[in-house]
């Protein structure tokens, strides 16, 4: 059993920046591909950044050059920088991985950007 918890949430202002941070229970970012999505009001769930174990990452078109992910092994904790943030970037963010045929998800954070 994988649980997966995300903080760092918030309201800031466009431009501004955060940091989600995902918490593990166990060592496993080091072995599976760990992924944040977010979730906007009506929208579907859509895919914003992909770290494999390797350590490569992707990014979703809407958010590259200004969201970075990286992720402390020694703390089982992974990150989403987010720069230069848009009134589009609302959105609950969840971080997922997917052990085998199981998909688990965090609680998810708001993150709400508006003036």
């Known amino acids: 059993q994988v649980q997966l918890v995300e903080s760092g949430g918030g309201l800031v202002q466009p431009g501004g920046s955060l940091r989600l941070s995902c918490a593990a229970s166990?060592?496993?970012?080091?072995?599976?591909?760990m992924n944040w999505y977010r979730q906007a009001p009506g929208k579907q769930r859509e895919l914003v950044a992909t770290?494999?174990?390797?350590?490569?990452?992707i990014y979703a078109d809407s958010v590259k050059g200004r969201f970075t992910l990286s992720r402390d092994n020694a703390k089982n904790t992974m990150y989403l920088q987010m720069n230069s943030l848009k009134p589009e970037d609302t959105a609950v963010y969840y971080c997922?991985?997917?052990?085998?045929?199981?998909?688990?998800w965090g609680q998810g954070t708001q993150v709400t950007v508006s003036s």
């Open positions: 997922n991985t997917r052990l085998v045929v199981t998909d688990y």
């Open positions: 770290i494999a174990p390797d350590g490569t990452t």
């Open positions: 166990g060592s496993i970012l080091s072995i599976y591909t």
